[in-house]
């Protein structure tokens, strides 16, 4: 979705895209935290920060392109360091 967002215009996308990828973002980020992983639970955290629906952080739209690209990366690598499964 945030490679996605890089061509899309809808603003109703990126609501949509702030939910899912602040809640992905804060799932990981408790997944790492239990398993004692203080690194990825911060990165993790300020991500669904970055991307709360509730107090949105209004930047314009080439910073957001470089922090969609920067944080699908983040995500990503978080697949390999962070367990899903318990």
């Known amino acids: 979705m945030l490679i996605w967002a890089l061509a899309y215009n809808e603003y109703g996308y990126y609501t949509l895209l702030r939910f899912v990828v602040c809640f992905v973002a804060a799932y990981c980020a ?8 203080e690194e990825w639970t911060w990165i993790l955290g300020g991500i ?13 739209r080439g910073l957001w392109s470089v922090i969609d690209i920067v944080i699908a990366i983040v995500l990503l690598a978080s697949l390999f360091f962070v367990k899903m499964k318990s």
């Open 30 to 37: 408790v997944k790492a935290y239990s398993q004692h992983k």
């Open 48 to 60: 669904a920060v970055l991307f709360n629906s509730i107090i949105p952080i209004h930047l314009n």
